[in-house]
């Protein structure tokens, strides 16, 4: 989806133009991957854009950056603040918002330790992910041949650039065979997630998504989800999904920042019943939640002004 771009973007303690937020070409985590980074939204609220869970996206590029031993030289506090200015800068109602840490330029070679560490807060303009329909007609998914990564190659808990070149081969293979999207398989063959969301199947009156353990990303879309439907009632349950799971779910949904919250009618071409009452409940009840139209989540949005 192409960028729009905006004003100013955030980078090491102060704005820059959007044409002057360059980097060197022998920056280190060009070269090598290691880097950290969030996808954030902000909604358009009566008050002006509102951040859904900025200090817990926030929170989670620090727990990703522990994961790789790399310190971020600003707070949380900092680096929540300098996000809200950068909203702000944009003029926009909303936008997506895209903080990164990475290794800067002055040391190459694998060894991270002497290199110094760089942030920066990007923000622009950005649609449903999966498509404007993906509530009412679905999205088709197919099974990767790619596995998704073990945690002792690559740790899926961190959010880390290098970690995406497994979901961007698998989805570059989905889309290319005529599939919205990817579902990845761990090394035993059961559901870990999809590229960029995580999963929830409805089989009766239960809704099942993978555990964390199966090398799904803790997201914060999927922890929204599961309040969410807890708020109405619905009984929530972490556990393992095969791919015969998918096959035969009565309704099947995905979540994450990106793609909020999408509904799937098929699974390599075994139709799913789309879109099902509730997922269309949760993701109806999701688009409140995230402009702060629901007294018991409205703390989760946090004003740009």
């Known amino acids: 989806m192409p960028i729009t771009p905006t ?8 704005l820059v133009d959007w044409d002057q937020a360059n980097v060197h070409i022998l920056t280190h985590t060009l070269h090598y991957g290691m880097g950290v980074f969030e996808g954030i939204r902000a909604y358009e609220t009566a008050n002006g854009p509102g ?8 929170e989670r590029l620090f727990r990703s950056a522990a994961i790789l031993m790399m310190d971020i030289p600003y707070t949380v506090e900092e680096l929540i603040q300098a996000t809200k200015e950068t909203v702000a800068s ?8 895209r903080p990164i840490a990475y290794y800067g330029y002055g040391e190459m070679g694998l060894n991270t330790l002497p290199c110094s560490v760089d942030v920066a807060i990007a923000c622009w303009p950005w649609g449903a992910y999966l498509g404007e329909d993906a509530v009412t007609k679905g999205v088709r ?3 990767s041949s790619w596995t998704r990564h073990d945690h002792n190659t690559m740790p899926p808990a961190s959010k880390t650039t290098g970690n995406y070149v497994n979901s961007s081969l698998a989805k570059v293979e989905a889309l290319k065979a005529g599939y919205d999207e990817a579902i990845m398989l761990n090394k035993a063959g059961l559901v870990a997630e999809c590229t960029g969301e995580n999963i929830f199947v409805v089989r009766g009156d239960r809704i099942i998504t993978p555990p964390l353990s199966a090398g799904a990303l803790e997201g914060i879309t999927q922890d929204t989800v599961i309040a969410i439907a807890k708020s109405m009632g619905h009984e929530i349950i972490t556990g393992e999904l095969t791919r015969s799971d998918l096959y035969i779910a009565d309704e099947m949904f995905v979540c994450g920042t990106a793609a909020e919250v999408s509904t799937v009618n098929s699974v390599d071409d075994r139709p799913i019943p789309c879109p099902g009452p509730i997922s269309q409940a949760i993701a109806a009840e999701y688009a409140r ?3 702060g139209e629901v007294a018991e989540f409205s703390d989760w949005v946090e004003l740009a002004k």
């Open 7 to 14: 004003p100013k973007i955030w980078m090491n303690g102060e």
């Open 90 to 97: 944009t003029g926009l109602p909303g936008c997506y918002i």
């Open 141 to 143: 998914m197919k099974i």
């Open 51 to 58: 951040i859904f869970r900025l200090t817990e996206h926030i």
């Open 289 to 291: 939640v995230v402009r």
